[in-house]
């Protein structure tokens, strides 16, 4: 049985940093794309980061425009853990983050770098991120 289980979430004034955890357990994990999405009330999910999510390319990642310089992905393959470390956030990251995994054939496949919620199929239960200004 495939599970992800994010942790570190919490509440942060604005500037401040968390780091997340996404550990993974059900399947080989270096044969998936790790993704990082979230979503803050009345808007849809959006996705943040991925890593193996390049043409299949172990270790590859890629980050959301807007979000570059601030987030950086990480992963412990020895501990099947993928971190994003979350730095100066800002009121307006203050969301339920997910962590999900797809299969690594379609970050191969899909002709672009892997964020799009849709592609993946096996989400986390999400951890709470809240920024106070």
């Known amino acids: 049985e495939v599970q992800l289980v994010e942790s570190g979430g919490g509440l942060v004034q604005a500037g401040g940093s968390l780091r997340l955890s996404c550990t993974a357990s059900?399947?080989?994990?270096?044969?998936?794309?790790i993704g990082w999405f979230r979503q803050a009330p009345g808007k849809e999910r959006e996705g943040v980061s991925c890593?193996?999510?390049?043409?299949?390319?172990?270790?590859?990642?890629y980050y959301a425009d807007s979000l570059k310089g601030r987030f950086t992905i990480s992963s412990d393959n020895a501990k099947n853990t993928v971190f994003l470390q979350m730095n100066d956030l800002k009121p307006e990251d203050t969301a339920v983050y997910y962590c999900?995994?797809?299969?690594?054939?379609?970050?191969?496949?899909?002709?672009?770098?892997?964020?799009?919620?849709?592609?993946?199929?096996?989400w986390g239960q999400g951890t709470q991120v809240t920024v106070s200004s």
């Open positions: 999900a995994a797809a299969s690594i054939s379609k970050s191969v496949l899909y002709g672009g770098p892997l964020l799009n919620p849709h592609e993946y199929g096996d």
């Open positions: 059900g399947f080989t994990f270096d044969d998936y794309a």
């Open positions: 890593i193996t999510c390049k043409d299949g390319i172990p270790g590859s990642t």
